[in-house]
Structures are given as C-alpha cells and as structure tokens.
C-alpha cells in the first residue's frame, strides 16, 4: 500500500511529472501513478499530457510562469491580522 502525500506543491507534482516523461513512461500512466500517490484531485489527465508535451518541446522549469491578472492583495499584514482574529 502506498502512503498518500496531501497539498502536494505543483513544481513538485511536475518534476515528478518530467521524471516519469524522462523514463519514456506514458502520459496516462503517469496521471495513474500521480493519483495513486496525491489523490484523485492532484492534476487532471489533461494537464499531465500538457505538461508532457512541454517538456517533450525542451521545457525544463517545472515553476508555473507568471501570469497577469489580477494582483493578490494578502500580505504579511494581512494574514497577521486575519491570525490574531483567529
């Protein structure tokens, strides 16, 4: 039986992703062997074949790229506050 790893990071989720991509193992059994591991709401079969095709196409950053949008507003202060509430 496996030990199950909850609220994985996601640059961990990819660099296990790359690894089992560098091992020529496949996209599908990859998203099998990831929920085995980090539970049924780890990443979507989809996003594994996306990010297997990246890497596939020379990508080697396993980080999320900045995205614009809207900017987050919780700061140190903030979640300060929102603990001594608690």
């Given at each position: 039986m496996f030990k199950t790893i909850a609220d994985p990071a996601d640059c961990e989720v990819h660099s296990v992703i790359r690894f089992l991509n560098a091992k020529k193992v496949k996209p599908a059994e990859i998203h099998?062997?990831?929920i085995?591991?980090?539970g049924e709401s780890v990443m979507?079969?989809?996003?594994?074949r996306k990010w297997v095709r990246q890497f596939n196409d020379g990508r080697t950053n396993v980080h999320d790229e900045a995205r614009s949008g809207r900017p987050s507003v919780v700061n140190d202060g903030l979640v300060a506050k929102v603990n001594e509430k608690i």
């Open positions: 099998r062997q990831l085995k591991i980090y979507t079969d989809g996003m594994v």
